[in-house]
């Protein structure tokens, strides 16, 4: 490595040192935002839209397949409007921003610029379900959120953010229950399948749910600084909106019901996660099903075989470039160690190297992100190899995070234990809770550690004395200082 790689690896703060540096540094150095001049917002540059993209196109091809269609709604609501929801309201107040005058023209009546949308949907549907035959509404929204954040970091938690938000109404509790616990699941398999980050499900004990919800599910992620990261949640809504709103249906039996309602959502904080969870000192490791470039074609140029190298640089890409997103490196003002740690700070799963060499063998060497391997590949071999590779590294980098999350997850008997490890390991872990809210608000007032979920796998069945107070029998729950 020359004196010029060396000091572009130095740019990023080793993480062992900073991990909160070294994300800021990462997500600057690599291109995928910047600071905007309004405090809290930030500007996503294209690398970082393209991997929102990935996950737009890959999430609504499951949200759609699920029945559900798209629809926007205004990001405005009249302050009223939000208002009629007292307890949504309460959980939302400290954040939202508000828009006073239009023009020079004070407003007669205050806007909120959408902290949610739960309040201008609600009030849609109060007009457009009448009948148990408008039922189920199964409708979803790409669009972006305000809410006034204090403590901002990019991606994680912004001022200003995108997201879907799903909105369905039903006839009936058990539909509702079945609607939220099924996009949880959706939810739970896109991020692990195509984001290649293992997530703990469950339900959020009742201090933590969201304003308004009957109950909140929710996908845990473990970030390799050993913070969770709430990754998305479904909220079985009851019919608390209905009531307040007044979204009321003619039932089969001609009697008039409230509906039951549920809402759920993912947002651009998933990119932070992919960051977190992947990302090691010499940059991002980006999983190939969302990574904007999946393989980097760098030609390795001398002057004497420029033209030959060059031409079966181009021919690579364009017999793989249509069915793999691939890019080629042709730059020559900048050398090939260069390029090869530029590349490998921006994530790229797989680099082809191809050079005066390479070409008398008849094939490139292929270089992983995820374990540094080299690897040569004849021309013949690359149309089955190139799929092969990428299928192999995404599979290793979700074999990888869970590995580090059950390396992290830790289960504890005292609440002594429990201090210590929160304090010196983080990570997730695994203690009985009576169920006391006055417990779990004891536990994040001395930890700041806080009930992440209590999961529906095979701990829910467990039971054992609360780890704070001891003189209950507690179901089993995981613990974590989150995001």
């Not at 189920?136 to 790409?142: F, G, R, T």
């Not at 994680?156 to 609607?179: I, P």
């Not at 063998?361 to 004849?378: H, L, M």
């Not at 190139?386 to 504890?412: C, M, S, W, Y």
């Amino acid at each position: 490595m020359g004196v010029n790689e060396k000091e572009f690896v130095k740019e990023v703060t080793p993480r062992e040192e900073d991990f909160s540096q070294w994300y800021l540094d990462l997500v600057l150095k690599t291109e995928m935002m910047d600071y905007a001049p309004v405090k809290g917002c930030m500007a996503i540059r294209p690398y970082g839209y393209a991997i929102w993209e990935s996950i737009q196109r890959l999430l609504d091809k499951r949200i759609k397949a699920t029945g559900h269609k798209n629809a926007y709604f205004p990001i405005f609501i009249p302050e009223s409007l939000l208002q009629k929801e007292a307890e949504h309201v309460e959980g939302f107040a400290p954040e939202v921003a508000l828009v006073t005058h239009g023009g020079s023209e004070k407003l007669a009546e205050r806007l909120v610029v959408r902290p949610t949308s739960e309040a201008i949907i609600c009030s849609m549907y109060a007009k457009w379900v009448q009948s148990w035959r408008d039922l189920p509404l199964l409708i979803n929204q790409w669009c972006n959120v305000v809410r006034w954040e204090k403590n901002t970091r990019p991606f994680l938690r912004t001022s200003e953010f995108l997201w879907q938000e799903g909105h369905t109404v039903h006839s009936t509790e058990e539909e509702a229950e079945e609607e939220a616990l099924k996009m949880l699941g959706v939810y739970r398999e896109f991020v692990e399948s195509e984001l290649a980050i293992p997530v703990i499900s469950g339900l959020k004990t009742e201090r933590e749910k969201f304003a308004g919800a009957l109950h909140t599910y929710t996908i845990e992620a473990l970030m390799a600084d050993g913070k969770a990261l709430q990754a998305g949640t479904s909220h079985n809504l009851g019919q608390h909106f209905s009531r307040v709103f007044d979204i009321q249906f003619l039932d089969k039996d001609k009697q008039l019901k409230y509906a039951w309602q549920t809402s759920w959502g993912v947002s651009t904080r998933l990119i932070g996660a992919i960051i977190m969870v992947h990302g090691d000192d010499r940059g991002l490791k980006l999983p190939p099903q969302v990574a904007p470039v999946q393989v980097v074609v760098v030609p390795i140029i001398t002057k004497k075989q420029r033209e030959e190298v060059l031409q079966k640089a181009q021919e690579i890409l364009k017999e793989f470039g249509g069915e793999i997103r691939m890019e080629l490196d042709d730059r020559e003002e900048y050398s090939a160690g260069w390029k090869f740690n530029e590349w490998e700070m921006k994530g790229v799963p797989l680099r082809l190297e191809i050079g005066p060499r390479d070409l008398q063998q008849g094939g490139v060497f292929a270089v992983r992100r995820d374990t540094g391997e080299k690897i040569f590949i004849s021309a013949e071999e690359l149309p089955q190899r190139l799929p092969a590779l990428l299928g192999d590294i995404q599979a290793n980098l979700f074999r990888q995070a869970q590995e580090f999350r059950e390396k992290n997850t830790h289960r504890v008997d005292s609440y002594q234990e429990f201090q210590e490890v929160i304090q010196e390991k983080r990570g997730f872990v695994l203690a009985f809770w009576c169920g006391d809210s006055r417990c779990e608000e004891e536990i994040k007032n001395d930890t700041k550690a806080t009930i992440r979920c209590i999961p529906f796998e095979q701990e829910q069945s467990e039971t054992g004395p609360c780890l704070f107070c001891g003189s209950k029998q507690g179901k089993a729950v995981y613990f974590a200082r989150s995001y």
